[in-house]
């Protein structure tokens, strides 16, 4: 049996092929058409947006980099700022702090002092009374001189002990 018989339904279906061809081109070709025009017109518009859209992206990206760039560049400013700040507050209280020890070493210097001329005048006074003291007790014992000397003697001892 050959693959391919010749009889007459082979002759149907070549009619029915052509007829089926002309069925489709008349009816639906038309709209197939416009369906794929369509389509392809989608594709290129959505080809164009999509370079577009890139480009943009492309841009917005190296405008990104810049503004973090100049970010960075105003962020190290602000930190040198800062350090250049804090070294002159540190080296303002470190002033201070030794002013401060300089006033307190003058204050303290001086109150010694006073607290010395103090201890003198008290000191000075303290003789005086031990002299008139002395004086009064040579005055009423009528003394010799070997008692007077002896007296002094104790006297300047007195003084001594309370220095």
């Known amino acids: ?50 370079t577009k859209n890139k480009k943009e992206s492309e841009q917005l990206l190296k405008n990104a980099e810049a503004q973090i760039n100049i970010s960075r560049k105003e962020a190290i400013e602000i930190v040198k700022a800062a350090q ?20 307190i070493l003058k204050t303290t210097e001086l109150e010694v002092t ?5 201890a003198k005048e008290e000191l000075g006074r303290e003789v005086k009374n031990l002299a008139a003291e002395l004086a009064e007790k040579i005055i009423k014992e009528k003394v010799d001189d070997a008692q007077e000397i002896s007296l002094i003697d104790k006297f300047i001892a007195e003084v001594g002990e309370d220095k």
Do not use: C, G
């Not at 639906?28 to 058409?33: A, G």
């Open 1 to 50: 049996m050959p693959i391919i018989s010749i009889d007459s339904t082979f002759f149907w279906q070549i009619i029915n092929f052509f007829l089926l061809l002309f069925i489709v081109k008349k009816y639906f070709k038309e709209p197939i058409s416009k369906i794929i025009n369509e389509r392809k017109q989608k594709i290129e518009a959505e080809l164009v947006e999509a």
């Open 84 to 103: 250049r700040k804090a070294e002159e507050e540190a080296h303002n209280l470190i002033k201070e702090a030794r002013e401060n020890r300089e006033n």
């Open 114 to 118: 006073k607290i010395k001329n103090d």
